[in-house]
């Protein structure tokens, strides 16, 4: 099962705009081992807004630098819909584009599949992102560009065919408008296997939000992903 346990660091803490999950397991791929993954998600109160919801996809490679250390490209798109501010000519819709990169490092501190009592790992990462706001009526096309990095914490534990999991996040953002946050993640999930190398993921995350302006919300994300890997 090593293929299936060690699938996915889909997005552990890159922009929580477009990519805000973790879908992975605390196993390590293996070295010479190629993950692949596609993920879609919902955000429900995103940007602290009633009925705003933020839908999401995104795609990962991953591959194992060693036994204990993998590396993750990624990229991640989003839209919302009931996307809504305050302006002069009061409160008004904006059509809402987010997109980010992102380059995450991931090491295996235990493994439970060699007798530890869990699976432990680390990770630290970092990504540019961009959005895009759009209104015809108010002629607004405004972009906001910046980049979002922080650290995390992941446990597992193997019960086969499932493979729970728990995962802690912190992140710093920082946007070329001045603007600056802090996000705090909380994810519960498993991985479901159905194959030696695929598998599904199902996951619930709690975000916690902090502006520079000490403006404080919390937003709930339901997540899947389809995962496969190819050992070398």
Not at 49 to 60: E, H, M, R, V
Request: charged share 10%.
């Amino acid at each position: 099962m090593k293929i299936v346990l060690g699938a996915w660091l889909i997005v552990l803490l890159v922009a929580g705009a477009a990519h805000a999950n973790t879908l992975v397991t605390a196993l390590s791929l293996g070295k010479g081992t190629w993950a692949f993954s596609a993920t879609g998600a919902q955000q429900a109160n995103y940007s602290n807004i009633t009925d705003c919801k933020q839908n999401k996809g995104g795609l990962s490679v991953g591959y194992g630098l060693t036994d204990k250390l993998d590396a993750y490209i990624l990229y991640g798109s989003a839209t919302t819909t009931n996307y809504s501010q305050l302006t002069p000519l009061g409160v008004q819709p904006f059509d809402n584009l987010l997109t980010n990169y992102g380059l995450i490092l991931k090491y295996g501190l235990m493994n439970d599949t060699e007798g530890a009592p869990v699976s432990l790992s680390i990770a630290g990462g970092a990504s540019p992102f961009s959005a895009e706001l759009k209104n015809a009526t108010l002629g607004v096309d405004q972009f906001v560009r910046g980049s979002q990095g922080g650290i995390g914490v992941l446990v597992s534990k193997v019960f086969i065919p499932f493979v729970p999991y728990l995962a802690y996040q912190y992140m710093l953002q920082n946007g070329d408008t001045g603007t600056k946050g802090v996000e705090t993640q909380l994810s519960i999930g498993s991985l479901i296997a159905w194959a030696k190398n695929a598998g599904l993921f199902v996951e619930y995350t709690n975000h916690v939000v902090i502006t520079d302006g000490g403006i404080g919300y919390s937003m709930g994300e339901i997540s899947l992903s389809l995962a496969f890997n190819i050992e070398k």
